[in-house]
């Protein structure tokens, strides 16, 4: 305490200076005589600089928010148009299925796709529909594009569906064109093929393949795909055909099955 009063007593000319200062400042801006007034104002630009920092980081600080409010802005705006797209996307569907429902001579009902994957058993769909709308195993399904495959196992309300990507899938097809028959099948690759075609029939890469009719399940004339390659095979008896699906399974989210033809 005693070095505290030394100190004072050592510095009270700069104390009282400081004090002096202070007090001619204080009175200086409490006059309100127009001379005064304008000399506070010649200070105020003086010392106008102390301010900045705190404008510039108020400044920042919105910037900051508005950048912060117009980034989930924007989210939301992208989130609303993906939906849109959806809608639009799906409202095309449907109306792809609606014209194919009233075009149709068949007894079909429409289904929707819940799931799709390979099980140890076959490559599968799973669709909406069971036997409450008279589904049995071994119908038709299909798609506005074509043949998706057969029903298999058949629940309530759920329908599982032996697609023609499986290795297990046979399906009796003949080529628009030439006429000729065949057994279709499909390989572990994603290749779909038929053999033992006739050498001396006429097959070419483009041609339509359609289902024979030589079937309970499938009626006739229903797309299957097309011809992308014709091989010949090495005895020169009969030649092989590559086929390109129609359908999609990695796109397709309806179907229909046929009940009855």
């Not at 393949?209 to 008896?237: A, C, H, Q």
Request: charged share 20%; glycine share 6%.
């Amino acid at each position: 305490m005693w070095k505290t009063i030394i100190l004072l007593f050592k510095f009270y000319e700069y104390i009282l200076f400081l004090i002096l200062i202070f007090l001619s400042f204080l009175i200086l801006f409490m006059n309100e005589a127009p001379p005064v007034r304008a000399l506070q104002g010649d200070i105020a630009d003086v010392f106008a600089f102390v301010h900045y920092p705190g404008i510039w980081i108020n400044q920042l600080s919105g910037l900051l928010e508005e950048n912060e409010a117009l980034k989930q802005e924007n989210l939301q705006l992208t989130l609303q148009n993906v939906e849109f797209k959806e809608a639009y996307i799906e409202n095309q569907r449907l109306k792809k299925m609606l014209n194919f429902l009233d075009s149709s001579a068949f007894h079909i009902i429409p289904a929707k796709v819940i799931n799709k994957g390979a099980t140890a058993i076959v490559n599968s769909i799973l669709l909406n529909v069971g036997s409450q709308k008279g589904v049995q195993p071994n119908m038709a399904v299909i798609s506005t594009k074509g043949i998706v495959g057969k029903t298999i196992a058949v629940g309530d309300k759920t329908t599982q569906v032996q697609i023609f990507l499986d290795v297990n899938f046979r399906l009796s097809v003949k080529f628009q064109d030439s006429r000729v028959l065949g057994i279709i099948m499909w390989h572990p690759d994603g290749r779909a093929e038929v053999r033992e075609i006739p050498n001396t029939a006429e097959i070419h890469p483009g041609e339509l393949v359609l289902t024979s009719g030589y079937s309970k399940i499938y009626p006739p004339n229903m797309i299957v795909g097309k011809v992308v390659e014709v091989n010949r095979s090495e005895n020169g008896l009969f030649q092989s055909a590559i086929i390109r699906p129609y359908v999609d399974i990695d796109t397709i989210e309806e179907a229909f099955i046929i009940l009855s033809y």
